[in-house]
């Protein structure tokens, strides 16, 4: 069975940190696109940071840019985001999502944002940011 499941949500304060990850089981991610996305309450999903296979390519959204970094670990079959100087605004479901490199891409940007065009998503994990 084919599926992506996250990790590493919970409360925080604002300021602090947390690493989410995403373990994928029933395929290899080495040959996929990963992207992490967030859906706050009563808001649509948007992209928050997305990963080329081999990992040389990043993409950040304005939002997180400089406080967020994701990151690979092929070997483990793992996704990582790691937040920093968090803040109530990144209050939300995180999701992280995979897309085949086999299917072609205008750019990580586009990917990232057009969050409707992933092949596989795991269910989220909530992060939560309050005093």
């Known amino acids: 069975q084919l599926q992506l499941v996250e990790s590493g949500g919970g409360s925080v304060q604002p300021g602090g940190s947390l690493r989410l990850s995403c373990a994928a089981s029933?395929?290899?991610?080495?040959?996929?696109?990963i992207g992490w996305f967030r859906q706050a309450p009563g808001k649509e999903r948007e992209g928050v940071s997305c990963?080329?296979?081999?990992?040389?390519?990043?993409y950040y959204s304005e939002s997180v840019k400089g406080r967020f970094t994701i990151s690979r670990e092929n070997a483990k079959n793992t996704v990582y985001l790691s937040m920093s100087s968090l803040k109530p605004e990144d209050t939300a479901v995180y999701y992280c999502?995979?897309?085949?490199?086999?299917?072609?891409?205008?750019?990580?940007?586009?990917?990232?944002?057009?969050?409707?065009?992933?092949?596989?998503w795991g269910k989220g994990t909530l992060v939560t940011v309050s005093s």
């Open positions: 999502a995979a897309r085949s490199a086999g299917r072609a891409i205008v750019s990580l940007q586009a990917m990232c944002t057009n969050h409707h065009d992933m092949d596989y």
């Open positions: 029933g395929f290899t991610l080495d040959y996929y696109y």
């Open positions: 990963i080329s296979p081999i990992g040389y390519t990043t």
